[in-house]
């Protein structure tokens, strides 16, 4: 099994690339399955449906969405298997970008949007950094200059991706990824782990907790000064 | 690698009818004209060149330099690059002072000796009100914008093959403009609405719903036209000014305009 995951900020396209992606491989007769990782609510398992492929929807709800999918690897990738794909696209909502969902065996694909700045790909961490592929949208909004910019400032964070400019509206871009999907060597093994760790969240606050302020907090807490100290029994 | 001369392939319009026109070779030291309606996919043909489309676009064109297909580095490493691109965009998204963003770009273009102190000069011969190496990207004008682009573009970018999205737009001097980002022995590519922009072009590529219609060389005639149009232009150009300065316009020189237009109307 090929397991291919996207990752990416939200509203960077990561559906609309996806779906001219999917049109393209449905078309060289691969027949990939799809689960759509999101929060709260999500349209897009409608959008996949209609391109006849097999889709399944997650919904985190008050759990981290990467975190969830994390440890829901096993189940979707056992219900790619029950589809007889032999890929498995899991296109995941993301958070904080703290994480990167990628385990060492997937295909990493990272979408960022080219208008969020050349410092965002500084900021947004290891979902970026970890990432096999990195796709660049919206860059018809932006200048040439920066758009080269943009393009040094994620091959600076991370050198060896590869980078792929495209437009979710249009569809620049997808042949191109869907013939990097296909030739993908990776193929997903029995003991997958991640590329890089989650972070820590070790606090009263992933039990419940509402209340701000140290002295209602317990567990492994980071100081503003950037200490970081265990309060508690 | 010296560029003399890039190919378009036909592709396909907006409904998926193919162009129906011949390889369309473009030489060196030749400049097209773009011209066609708002949404008649001029933006896309020259986002075409830029990125050297192989068929990937939405237009399904294909271009060639020198006759073959481009390597993937001439695609897409900007130290490679043989196009420069003016885009139609009016602002800018990065959060930083002018200076940096300036000595960032001529870094990712491989350009080691830039003074960006004349970049901002070169750009504020074409604006009005003076850009400063310290403001923010972000707080410049329309019309700064501009400028600080066609600089960049033309100084920093500076390339073989030039492609020019709207040039009148914002405000700015677009034929100090034009003079800047044009120079000898370059393959030029101006998408333009004006007249006295598209008729001074040796060829022009007429747009239409997403596709290539035709290609039209200019005539002697419309050079001419062309020239005076240029002299009625700078006229206006002039009055523009002192009206952005507050003066009073108490005069105008109709003769010298009439005198244009009964030399257009003999024609």
Do not use: W
């Not at chain 1, 609510?41 to 759990?63: I, N, T």
């Not at chain 1, 994480?99 to 965002?120: E, F, H, K, Q, R």
């Not at chain 1, 606090?203 to 140290?214: F, P």
């Amino acid at each position: 099994m090929k397991f291919i995951i996207v990752a990416g900020t939200p509203g960077a396209g990561k559906t609309a690339v996806l779906i001219h992606t999917l049109k393209i491989l449905l078309q060289q007769n691969v027949k990939p399955s799809v689960v759509k990782i999101d929060c709260l609510y999500s349209d897009d398992p409608k959008r996949f449906a209609k391109l006849g492929v097999p889709v399944q929807l997650g919904l985190s709800m008050d759990m981290c969405p990467d975190h969830f999918s994390i440890y829901n690897t096993d189940a979707i990738l056992e219900f790619a298997k029950e589809q007889n794909s032999e890929f498995l696209i899991m296109e995941t909502a993301g958070l904080c970008h703290r994480c990167a969902p990628y385990t060492d065996n997937s295909l990493g694909i990272c979408v960022i949007d080219a208008t969020s700045g050349p410092n965002n790909p500084m900021k947004v961490g290891p979902f970026l950094s970890c990432a096999d592929i990195v796709v660049i949208t919206k860059g018809d909004m932006i200048s040439q200059a920066e758009r080269e910019i943009f393009r040094e400032c994620i091959l600076e964070t991370n050198p060896n991706c590869s980078i792929i400019e495209a437009n979710g509206l249009s569809g620049q871009g997808a042949s191109e990824l869907a013939l990097q999907i296909k030739s993908t060597e990776k193929v997903v093994s029995e003991n997958e782990s991640l590329r890089h760790n989650a972070p820590f969240a070790v606090c009263t606050l992933c039990a419940g907790e509402k209340r701000v302020g140290a002295e209602h907090h317990r567990g492994l807490l980071r100081k503003m000064n950037g200490m970081q100290e265990y309060v508690g029994e | 690698m010296e560029i003399h001369q890039i190919t378009i392939q036909a592709g396909i319009d907006k409904l998926g009818n193919t162009e129906r026109l011949p390889d369309l070779l473009i030489n060196k030291g030749e400049i097209y004209g773009i011209v066609g309606p708002t949404g008649s996919g001029k933006s896309q043909l020259i986002a075409d060149i830029e990125q050297l489309a192989q068929g990937d676009t939405a237009s399904k064109r294909r271009i060639l330099i020198n006759g073959a297909i481009p390597s993937r580095e001439l695609r897409s490493d900007p130290r490679k690059k043989m196009v420069a691109q003016l885009s139609q965009n009016m602002n800018f998204f990065a959060d930083m002072p002018v200076a940096d963003f300036l000595k960032l770009h001529a870094k990712c273009r491989g350009k080691k000796n830039i003074d960006v102190k004349h970049v901002i000069s070169i750009a504020n011969t074409l604006t009005g009100e003076p850009i400063n190496a310290n403001d923010n990207l972000t707080i410049l004008s329309g019309g700064q914008t501009r400028a600080l682009m066609v600089a960049d573009v033309a100084i920093i970018s500076e390339s073989p093959i030039v492609l020019i999205d709207e040039i009148e737009n914002a405000g700015i001097k677009k034929h100090e403009a034009l003079q800047l980002l044009s120079g000898e022995g370059k393959i030029i590519l101006v998408v333009t609405h004006d007249p006295v922009l598209a008729l001074s072009a040796q060829k022009r590529i007429i747009m239409k719903n997403g596709g290539m219609r035709n290609i039209i060389e200019s005539t002697y005639r419309e050079k001419q036209i062309s020239l005076q149009l240029n002299d009625i232009d700078q006229y206006i150009l002039t009055l523009r000014e002192d009206v952005r300065a507050g003066k009073k316009i108490e005069e105008v020189n109709f003769d010298a305009l009439l005198h244009e237009s009964s030399f257009l109307k003999c024609l």
